[in-house]
């Protein structure tokens, strides 16, 4: 008998039929005789309907009221499939993230989980119910009700197999498994059989949304066994987030990332001196905007540029910041910004023993004439900054030139 904590997305529990078909796959793990925790989302599309709600009310909603909001299609699904497995015969109850008591920090709409109290569940479990949590949702100290940010369900499936210390995490989702590149944008993507924990990590850092970056997070520091895999196929092994490097087998890179998340933002004619940075980053960091990429030019007549991004929804507001507190200050010539950016990731642990990919990537990218804007580099990444409209291009022929497409052998 096993523990096992599965999560299913959004398009998972899409629709009734969807509800019903995640109904019959639990009664299949409970028939094996297994404890099984389920971890949902909200119906697909729903979180998005909620904001441009509240939107409609406060166009910059208030984050303690937006996150009451925007909990709630969790908790409709919670009830929803508990219905399905009370109707298959089964034992089931919902909980809400404040009813487990998954205590958060109270940073509103991107909160962290500090600790989760599994007792209860593990008494539900042990009379033989499926439990039912909902993803995304917690609540702080006070009692304010919070959520994760974005894709936030992945992190509560993996806190609670952590906590519970499940046997293994499964992420069910609309795709079957991790793939070399969102298979929405390249078709000739492949499935991988496993991903190194660290590369995973990166991907999801750098904006493959299959696995929000917290969950790996989690799964890495307390090694969870997570499993990605397709809620719309019996059968499948899926992908394996392992934790060991197969170094016979290692691709030299294993995925490419990509995302449009972000905006540049570029500071010109900066004096050239001590404490610079910190003056133009500080003011943005003391707004706690997170900042990304950072490239500052060598001075040829004692000033220089100074360029990074930042979130897009966080751009306007650091934009204000630097126009009206720093550029002055600094004695800066002009704040220019550019929202139609987009980055462009290679991953790979085999990066580490083999030298020219940063020139095989950049010379890819030169025969396609895609200008290059930034580059940052770490021991198992390249990232590319370059205009948003050569993204869906770039992955293609990066991915054709490192050839992803090619069968395993
Ligand atoms: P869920 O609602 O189940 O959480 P998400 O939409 O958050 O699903 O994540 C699944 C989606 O992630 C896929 O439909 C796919 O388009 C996208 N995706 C991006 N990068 C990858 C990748 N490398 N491998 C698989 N899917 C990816
Ligand atoms: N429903 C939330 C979202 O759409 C959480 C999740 O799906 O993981 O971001
Ligand atoms: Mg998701």
């Not at 609309?174 to 298979?183: I, Q, R």
């Not at 570029?266 to 133009?280: E, F, L, N």
């Not at 910041?321 to 220019?336: F, M, P, S, T």
Request: hydrophobic share 40%; glycine share 8%; charged share 25%.
């Amino acid at each position: 008998m096993a523990l096992i904590v599965q999560k299913y997305g959004g398009t998972s529990v899409g629709s009734p039929e969807r509800i019903q078909a995640v109904a019959r796959r639990v009664a299949k793990y409970k028939a094996h005789g297994h404890q099984v925790v389920v971890v949902v989302s909200a119906m697909s599309g729903e979180t998005n309907r909620l904001i441009d709600l509240a939107k409609k009310i406060q166009p910059q909603p208030d984050p303690r009221e937006l996150d009451v909001v925007i909990s709630t299609g969790e908790q409709v699904t919670i009830g929803l499939v508990s219905m399905a497995l009370l109707e298959l015969g089964l034992k089931a109850k919902s909980y809400t993230g404040a009813q487990i008591r998954i205590l958060t920090d109270n940073a509103f709409t991107k909160a962290r989980i500090l600790s989760i109290d599994e007792q209860n569940i593990r008494t539900e479990l042990a009379g033989g119910y499926v439990v039912v949590v909902a993803g995304f949702q917690g609540v702080d100290e006070n009692g304010n009700i919070t959520t994760l940010g974005r894709g936030g369900s992945d992190t509560t499936g993996v806190a609670i197999a952590a906590a519970l210390r499940a046997d293994e995490c499964q992420i069910y989702t609309d795709v079957d498994g991790v793939y070399t590149t969102d298979p929405r944008v390249v078709p000739e993507a492949r499935r991988l059989k496993s991903i190194t924990f660290e590369e995973m990590l990166e991907m999801a850092s750098l904006g493959s949304k299959v696995l929000q970056i917290r969950s790996v997070e989690f799964a890495g520091k307390y090694k969870v066994k997570l499993r990605v895999l397709s809620s719309f196929e019996e059968e499948g092994e899926g992908t394996l987030i392992t934790f060991e490097e197969d170094k016979m087998e290692q691709a030299i890179i294993s995925g490419i990332a990509f995302n449009r998340d972000e905006a540049k933002i570029t500071v010109r004619g900066v004096p050239d001196k001590p404490g610079i940075a910190y003056q133009i980053l500080g003011p943005v960091s003391d707004a706690n905007i997170d900042v990304d990429m950072i490239i500052q030019n060598v001075s040829l007549d004692g000033t220089t540029d100074f360029s990074f991004t930042v979130h897009r929804n966080e751009f306007d507001k650091a934009m204000g910041i630097l126009k009206n507190q720093v550029q002055k200050h600094i004695g800066a010539r002009e704040v220019a910004g550019d929202s139609r950016i987009a980055k462009v990731s290679v991953v790979g642990v085999g990066m580490r023993s083999h030298v020219g990919i940063a020139s095989k990537m950049f010379r890819t990218l030169a025969e396609e004439g895609i200008n290059i804007q930034m580059i940052s580099t770490s021991e198992i990444k390249i990232s590319v900054v370059i205009d948003e409209k050569y993204l869906e291009l770039a992955v293609r022929v990066l991915h054709k030139a490192f050839d992803l497409d090619q069968e395993d052998i």
